[in-house]
């Protein structure tokens, strides 16, 4: 009885940390959401004849503006962009330069701008994203799971409490 | 040795400074929640889970400065509580009159601080690193270069949290008075920070040279990732001798104290 009541006191203070973790990681989003501009420095790089430049980055759940333009009018290549686990793709081709709008799921994505162009190249990527629209998709979960532990949290208290008063009696 | 684990023990279930543990840990995860930009990382002839992997390093170096702000005065109080706070309510004078030496409280307290820290930080980073993407988690965590990019990160943040520790001891062991010894480290914690920020000249002193170098090293890795890693340049090493120093100095005066509260 009384291991069982420590247990479950233990465990009471499991779902407060629980609890907290995704009020933190609400309010921390939430935070970085209303002071993030989204302004990124441009890239500047070269690419060999038929190269291949890639970039590994992850996109949080707000809208991006991808652009590439190459130094060279006649450059010819192909974006892509996709995700990790394989459930988003894009691909497109074009001359001289490019530019793509997109909101992804928050995630790890793989870009690729593949030369199809028979010189070297020199080119500015730049990537850009509306910081200011909130990832709903990380901040309304993080505080329903909040509400539901600290609620967990209330109801184990008091049951702890009341055989705690029972035992004592 | 077996009494330096009864001790640390003993300072892992005291339960009053639980709450300063769990308070490390949100403000962790807060200052790196905080700092989660849209990061990139140009690919090399890896594979592409571990350029994810470095990806996700990243993450973990860019709020460092953020992490030192946020958490050093948590990380200080918790250092002040165990010592200073235990010669105010006497617990240290019970404890020296026990068969233990005054060597075995000191190395045992500073494990616990140590060893509490480093918890923390792992707890809070794989809360944070699983929720960034979790459908890729398990293919990230078969990643072969894990270790590496843990062991860079991990000695990174340890000299930090040593940095913070090394200054309260020494403020705690001196004064005896939490919140005197807490008031003043964290005036040279900033202090220290403010200065690498407002003269680059002067970065080689810590936390500033930990930032660079882990900056560094991060990128080092990823480009050789076949030869063996440089977890630390000198000038880190140079923050962490600090603040052995530091300690060393104040186990001298902790053990020639006679006087226990």
């Given at each position: 009885?009384?291991?069982?009541?420590?247990?479950?006191?233990?465990?009471?203070?499991?779902?407060?940390?629980?609890?907290?973790?995704?009020?933190?990681?609400?309010s921390a989003?939430?935070?970085?959401n209303?002071?993030?501009?989204?302004l990124s420095?441009?890239?500047?790089?070269s690419?060999?004849?038929?190269?291949?430049f890639?970039?590994?980055?992850?996109?949080?759940s707000?809208?991006?503006?991808?652009?590439?333009?190459a130094?060279?009018e006649?450059?010819?290549?192909?974006?892509?962009?996709?995700?990790?686990?394989?459930?988003?793709?894009?691909?497109?081709e074009?001359?001289?330069?490019?530019?793509?709008d997109?909101?992804?799921?928050?995630g790890?994505?793989?870009?690729?701008?593949?030369?199809?162009?028979?010189?070297?190249?020199?080119?500015v990527?730049?990537?850009?994203?509306?910081?200011?629209?909130l990832e709903?998709?990380?901040?309304?979960?993080?505080?329903?799971v909040?509400?539901?532990?600290?609620?967990?949290f209330?109801?184990?208290?008091?049951?702890?409490?009341?055989?705690?008063?029972?035992?004592t009696? | 040795m077996?009494?330096?684990?009864?001790v640390?023990?003993?300072?892992?279930?005291?339960r009053?400074?639980?709450?300063?543990?769990?308070?490390?840990?949100?403000?962790?995860?807060?200052a790196?929640?905080?700092?989660?930009?849209?990061?990139?990382?140009?690919?090399?002839?890896?594979?592409?889970?571990?350029?994810?992997?470095?990806?996700?390093?990243?993450?973990l170096?860019?709020?460092?400065?953020?992490?030192?702000?946020?958490?050093?005065?948590?990380?200080?109080?918790l250092?002040?509580?165990c010592?200073?706070?235990?010669?105010?309510?006497?617990?240290?004078?019970?404890?020296?009159?026990?068969p233990?030496e005054?060597?075995?409280?000191f190395?045992?307290k500073?494990?616990?601080?140590?060893?509490?820290?480093?918890?923390?930080?792992?707890?809070?980073s794989?809360v944070?690193?699983?929720?960034?993407d979790?459908?890729?988690?398990?293919?990230?965590?078969?990643?072969?270069?894990?270790?590496?990019?843990i062991l860079?990160v991990?000695?990174?943040?340890?000299?930090?949290?040593l940095l913070?520790?090394?200054?309260?001891?020494?403020?705690?062991?001196v004064?005896?008075?939490t919140?005197?010894s807490?008031?003043?480290?964290?005036?040279v914690?900033?202090?220290l920070?403010y200065?690498?920020s407002?003269?680059?000249?002067l970065?080689m002193?810590p936390p500033?040279?930990?930032?660079?170098?882990?900056?560094?090293?991060?990128f080092?890795?990823?480009?050789l990732?076949?030869?063996?890693p440089?977890?630390f340049?000198?000038?880190?090493?140079?923050a962490?001798?600090?603040?052995?120093?530091?300690?060393a100095?104040s186990?001298?005066i902790?053990?020639?104290v006679?006087e226990?509260?």
């Amino acid at each position: 009885m009384v291991r069982g009541l420590r247990a479950l006191s233990l465990f009471r203070y499991l779902t407060l940390i629980i609890a907290l973790t995704f009020l933190m990681i609400a309010s921390a989003t939430y935070l970085r959401n209303a002071s993030n501009t989204g302004l990124s420095e441009p890239l500047h790089a070269s690419m060999d004849p038929y190269g291949t430049f890639s970039q590994v980055r992850f996109l949080a759940s707000q809208p991006y503006h991808v652009s590439f333009t190459a130094s060279d009018e006649d450059f010819e290549g192909v974006l892509t962009i996709k995700s990790i686990n394989g459930d988003f793709g894009l691909e497109k081709e074009f001359k001289h330069s490019v530019s793509v709008d997109l909101r992804p799921l928050r995630g790890f994505y793989l870009m690729n701008i593949t030369s199809l162009y028979a010189n070297g190249v020199g080119f500015v990527l730049n990537i850009g994203w509306d910081g200011m629209v909130l990832e709903e998709d990380v901040i309304v979960p993080s505080i329903w799971v909040s509400l539901g532990f600290m609620l967990a949290f209330v109801t184990l208290d008091i049951v702890v409490k009341t055989v705690e008063g029972t035992g004592t009696r | 040795m077996r009494r330096l684990l009864r001790v640390l023990t003993w300072e892992f279930k005291d339960r009053s400074r639980m709450l300063l543990i769990v308070a490390m840990y949100l403000t962790l995860l807060f200052a790196l929640q905080l700092n989660a930009w849209g990061l990139w990382l140009s690919t090399t002839t890896l594979s592409i889970v571990d350029d994810v992997l470095f990806c996700m390093t990243r993450t973990l170096v860019d709020p460092v400065v953020m992490v030192y702000r946020l958490v050093s005065p948590v990380v200080a109080v918790l250092t002040c509580v165990c010592f200073s706070h235990e010669y105010e309510t006497r617990v240290l004078r019970s404890l020296v009159l026990k068969p233990v030496e005054k060597t075995t409280i000191f190395l045992a307290k500073l494990l616990y601080l140590v060893l509490a820290s480093c918890l923390v930080f792992a707890a809070a980073s794989v809360v944070y690193l699983a929720l960034m993407d979790p459908r890729s988690l398990m293919s990230i965590l078969s990643s072969s270069v894990l270790p590496i990019a843990i062991l860079v990160v991990g000695a990174h943040y340890l000299a930090i949290f040593l940095l913070v520790i090394s200054v309260a001891t020494l403020f705690s062991v001196v004064l005896r008075n939490t919140a005197l010894s807490a008031g003043l480290s964290l005036l040279v914690i900033y202090i220290l920070d403010y200065i690498g920020s407002i003269a680059v000249s002067l970065r080689m002193l810590p936390p500033w040279s930990i930032y660079q170098s882990f900056y560094e090293n991060l990128f080092n890795i990823h480009i050789l990732v076949s030869s063996p890693p440089v977890v630390f340049n000198l000038e880190p090493l140079k923050a962490v001798s600090f603040s052995i120093m530091l300690l060393a100095f104040s186990w001298i005066i902790f053990t020639r104290v006679t006087e226990y509260g």
